[in-house]
């Protein structure tokens, strides 16, 4: 079992910068997969960005070169740093791990086996 929480969201001006945290317990964390996700109103959870336990990153294209990804096996959290922020950017955002070894589908929902409750994303223009 794997409890993850996510913090860090809020609202933001369009150029602004937030940084999410996902705190993890329950399972050896650092053997674990780590993907962010979002959900705007109305839209599927979509996927944003991935770190590997061994340190991959993956990102969406709209992301890329304004998100970066990262983890802190130490303190079994994985974080997203969110640069140069867009309104587009506006959704409730999910962090999920998965324990596999390959991870050979980062970008897919049905990877991952837990998920946290989100934290909310605003991004005014």
């Known amino acids: 079992q794997v409890q993850l929480v996510e913090s860090g969201g809020g609202l933001v001006q369009a150029g602004g910068s937030l940084r999410l945290s996902c705190a993890a317990s329950?399972?050896?964390?650092?053997?674990?997969?780590v993907g962010w996700f979002r959900q705007a109103p109305g839209k599927e959870r979509d996927f944003v960005a991935a770190?590997?336990?061994?340190?991959?990153?993956y990102y969406t294209d709209s992301v890329k070169g304004r998100f970066t990804i990262s983890r802190d096996n130490a303190k079994n959290t994985v974080y997203l740093q969110m640069n140069s922020l867009k309104p587009e950017d506006t959704a409730v955002y999910y962090c999920?791990?998965?324990?596999?070894?390959?991870?050979?589908?980062?970008?897919?929902?049905?990877?991952?086996?837990?998920w946290g409750q989100g934290t909310q994303v605003t991004v005014s223009s």
């Open positions: 770190i590997s336990w061994s340190g991959s990153t």
């Open positions: 329950g399972r050896t964390f650092s053997r674990n997969n």
């Open positions: 999920a791990t998965d324990g596999s070894t390959l991870f050979s589908r980062p970008t897919v929902r049905g990877t991952y086996d837990y």
